[in-house]
């Protein structure tokens, strides 16, 4: 059963790698939804629209650092336009810095993760990782309406 478990994980990553390569604007455009996806969860446990809940907000961070290091590879040069990419062309002027930032928001987001206990740690945490995105948005993010 781990066996099978194993060659599943592998054939999924195989899979992701894939898609990654073969249609990377896609590949990122999914990985920023799901990001997208467990901002809202933040927000909505901090506006109480959901109650708090410790893994859903450690799953928020989670989620954050994959896409951060995830993230560098799915902007090839070969993608800068099609597929209603977002992107703009500063991504590919200044890699070096776009691609620092990527690392800073994955870090900062598992060190998040790692120092939330309870609903106002969370706050605390959830605050300044989010600066990151905003940050990134504003420099590398075509606005969008």
Not at 101 to 108: D, G, M, N, W, Y
Request: charged share 25%.
């Amino acid at each position: 059963m781990i066996r099978t478990a194993l060659v599943v994980a592998m054939l999924a990553f195989g899979a992701t790698a894939l898609v990654a390569q073969s249609d990377p604007i896609a590949a990122r455009k999914a990985l920023m939804k799901a990001n997208g996806d467990q901002s809202k969860v933040a927000t909505d446990m901090l506006e109480a629209k959901q109650p708090f809940n410790l893994d859903a907000a450690k799953k928020v961070f989670a989620t954050f650092a994959e896409a951060g290091e995830k993230a560098p590879v799915l902007f090839p040069d070969n993608s800068k336009t099609g597929g209603d990419t977002a992107a703009l062309p500063t991504i590919w002027e200044d890699k070096a810095d776009f691609t620092a930032r990527l690392a800073k928001f994955a870090s900062e987001a598992k060190a998040a993760g790692a120092a939330t206990k309870d609903f106002d740690s969370f706050k605390v945490q959830i605050t300044e990782v989010r600066k990151n995105c905003g940050g990134c948005h504003q420099t590398y993010r075509k606005k969008t309406s």
